[in-house]
C-alpha cells in the first residue's frame, strides 16, 4: 500500500538582495567630490554615487577632518534658527558619531579627539579674528545647486553624450565676503597634515572645488569673485603620551598652539581673474561633463553590469589613497562588502 505524500513545507519568498540605484545624474547632479572621483576611477563612482556605498567608519585622518569642518559650520552658521556656541557643536558632533551609545574605547578615542579639534578651532578663530573683522559676509556654510547645460558632445549619431544635457552642481560654500571696495571673495578652510606652500598658491587657479565654487558665485551674484582666501589648518604631529593625563596632553598642545601659530595656521590670499574662470570652465568643466553624460547614458539602463560599456572602466591605481585604502578597496580587490553599507543619501555633506 502506498505510503500517504508528506505535505512540502511552504518556501518562503525572499525578499531580493540585489543592490538597488540611488542616483540620477540629471536629478542628483555632481560635486567637486565626484567629479574627482569619477576621473580617478569610474568603477568606484558607480559603486560610491550610483549605488550609495559608503564606509560604516572612517579613517582617522577623515574623521578628524570632518568633524573639524562639522564643528566649525555649526559655530558659523544659523542652520535651524541658532548658530551654537563651541561647546555646544562639540557636544552636538559627539551625539552624530554615536553619543551614550558608544563603547567605552570609542567614546574614550572620539572624546580625546574632540578636545584636540576644540582647542584648535578656539586658536583658529583667535588667530583670524583681527583680519575677518571687517569682512562683510554674504554667505557662510551655505549650499547651491546650480544648473549648468553642457556644452560638448562625445558623439554625433544621436545615441549618447549630445550636448544640452542639463546637470545640477552643488556644494557647500565655507564663506563668501566683500571686502572694503566691495568685490567679492570665496572663503575657504581646509585641514592637512602635509603643505606644500607654494604648490596650494600655484594651484588654486587650477583647483576644481576652488573655481567650480567660483564659477557658482558668478552663477548667483552676477559678477566673478576677485579670488580665495584660503585657510590650511595643520593636523597637530604631537600626540598623547602614556604618562600624560588628557588634560596635560591639551595643555601641551595648547602651548605649541600659542607658540607655533604661524606654523599651524596658514592662509593664501589670490587673486582669480575673469579669464582664470572662463578657461577652466572650457577646458576642464564643459569636456569633463561631456565625458560624464556619455559614460552615464551607456550604462543607464544595466548599471549592474556597466561592463559592455567601453566608456567604463576600473583603475587600480585609485585603490589608495592620501590615507592609505581606499573606501571601496575590499568590494573593488575581492568584491567584499562587510565594511560598506548603501545609503539612499548621495552628498550627506550637503545636508544641515
Known amino acids: 500500500m502506498p505510503k500517504p ?48 556605498y559608503r564606509a560604516k567608519s572612517k579613517s582617522g585622518a577623515t574623521a578628524f577632518g570632518s568633524a573639524f569642518h562639522d564643528i566649525l559650520s555649526s559655530i558659523q552658521h544659523n542652520a535651524n534658527g541658532k548658530v551654537l556656541t563651541l561647546d555646544e557643536a562639540v557636544a552636538k558632533h559627539y551625539e552624530s558619531l554615536g553619543g551614550t551609545n558608544l563603547v567605552p574605547a570609542q567614546a574614550e578615542a572620539i572624546s580625546s579627539m574632540l578636545a584636540t579639534i576644540r582647542i584648535m578651532i578656539q586658536r583658529y578663530l583667535e588667530r583670524w579674528s583681527k583680519d575677518d573683522a571687517p569682512k562683510k559676509w554674504e554667505l557662510r556654510e551655505d549650499t547651491f545647486n546650480q544648473s549648468v547645460t ?43 597634515g602635509r603643505i606644500d606652500e607654494d604648490g596650494i598658491a600655484a594651484m588654486l587657479p587650477h583647483d576644481t572645488q576652488t573655481q567650480l565654487y567660483c564659477w557658482a558665485i558668478r552663477k548667483r ?34 602651548k605649541d598652539l600659542q607658540v607655533r601659530t604661524d606654523w599651524y595656521y596658514m592662509r593664501w590670499q589670490v587673486a582669480l581673474t575673469k579669464k582664470d574662470l572662463d578657461t577652466w570652465e572650457a577646458r576642464f568643466l564643459h569636456p569633463v561633463l561631456s565625458q560624464i553624460v556619455a559614460w552615464w547614458e551607456s550604462i543607464q539602463g544595466n548599471p549592474w553590469n556597466p561592463w559592455t560599456s567601453p566608456l567604463h572602466f576600473v583603475r587600480p591605481g585609485a585603490f589608495w589613497s592620501v590615507y592609505g585604502r581606499a573606501d571601496l578597496f575590499n568590494a573593488l580587490t575581492s568584491g567584499n562588502f562587510f565594511d560598506l553599507e548603501q545609503s539612499k543619501i548621495i552628498y550627506p555633506e550637503l545636508i544641515d
Open 150 to 192: 553642457v556644452e560638448y558632445g562625445m558623439v554625433n549619431d544621436g545615441s549618447i553624450g549630445q550636448p544640452g544635457r542639463v546637470i545640477p552642481l552643488r556644494g557647500r560654500f565655507d564663506g563668501v565676503f566683500r571686502d572694503k571696495a566691495g568685490g567679492l571673495w570665496l572663503h575657504e578652510t581646509k585641514t592637512k
Open 221 to 254: 551674484f552676477g559678477e566673478a569673485p576677485k579670488g580665495v582666501i584660503y585657510d590650511v589648518i595643520r593636523n597637530p604631529s604631537i600626540k598623547q603620551t602614556q604618562k600624560e593625563t588628557q588634560a596635560e596632553f591639551l595643555a601641551r598642545l595648547d
Open 5 to 52: 505524500a508528506t505535505k512540502q513545507p511552504v518556501k518562503k519568498t525572499v525578499a531580493s538582495k540585489v543592490p538597488q540605484p540611488v542616483y540620477d545624474l540629471y536629478r542628483d547632479g555632481l560635486t567637486q567630490g565626484s567629479i574627482a572621483t569619477f576621473l580617478d576611477c569610474r568603477e568606484q563612482f558607480r559603486l560610491k554615487y550610483v549605488f550609495g
